[in-house]
C-alpha cells in the first residue's frame, strides 16, 4: 500500500472501499414496480399514437397528391360529346348510328389520313378508352300521371 503522501505512477485505479447499498423495504419495491409499469404503458400508448397519426398523414399524402385539377375539364369534355337529348325512338338510332358509332373509335386525323397506332382510342384521339362502351339510358315520362293517389 502507498501511504497519504505517495503517488501510483503505473496505474489510475483507485481503490475505494467498499458501500453498502441500502434496500428497499417490499412496499418500496411494489410501489417503483407499479410506477414502471406505467411508464411502459404510457410509451406504448405514445408509440401507437404516433404510429396512428404518421398512418393517416402517409395515407392523406397518397390520396391527396394525386389529385389533378383538369380532371373536371376531361369529364365536361366527355358528356359533351356523348350526351344528347332523345325524345323519340328515331333520334336516339339516328344518333346512335351517325354520331356515336363515330365518336368511339379514332377513324381519321384533322388532315384525312388514317389512324395508326392509336387502338383504343376516342374519336378525339386523346382520350383512351378502357374496357367497353356501356350506354345508361335514363327514360323519363314526359306527361304526369293520369291520376292521383292521396293517402291517408
Known amino acids: 500500500m502507498l501511504s497519504k503522501d505517495e503517488e501510483n505512477l503505473h496505474s489510475s485505479i483507485e481503490i475505494t472501499p467498499p458501500t453498502r447499498s441500502n434496500r428497499l ?7 417503483a414496480r407499479q410506477i414502471r409499469l406505467r411508464e411502459l404503458q404510457m410509451w406504448k400508448s405514445i408509440r401507437e399514437i404516433i ?18 385539377e383538369n380532371a373536371s375539364f376531361q369529364v365536361r369534355h366527355l358528356r359533351k360529346s356523348f350526351s344528347v337529348e332523345i325524345s323519340s325512338m328515331n333520334e336516339y338510332w339516328e344518333w ?12 381519321k386525323w384533322y388532315n384525312g389520313k388514317n389512324v395508326e397506332y392509336l387502338r383504343g382510342y376516342l374519336n378525339d384521339t386523346s382520350n383512351r378508352l378502357l374496357g367497353w362502351a356501356l350506354m345508361k339510358q335514363s327514360r323519363i315520362r314526359t306527361q304526369l300521371c293520369p291520376q292521383r293517389i292521396k293517402l291517408n
Open 25 to 31: 423495504t417490499p412496499n418500496e419495491i411494489a410501489c
Open 51 to 68: 404510429f396512428y397519426i404518421s398512418f393517416l398523414s402517409l395515407l392523406s399524402v397518397i390520396v391527396y397528391s394525386n389529385h389533378n
Open 96 to 107: 346512335l348510328e351517325e354520331d356515336f358509332v363515330g365518336k368511339i373509335r379514332a377513324h
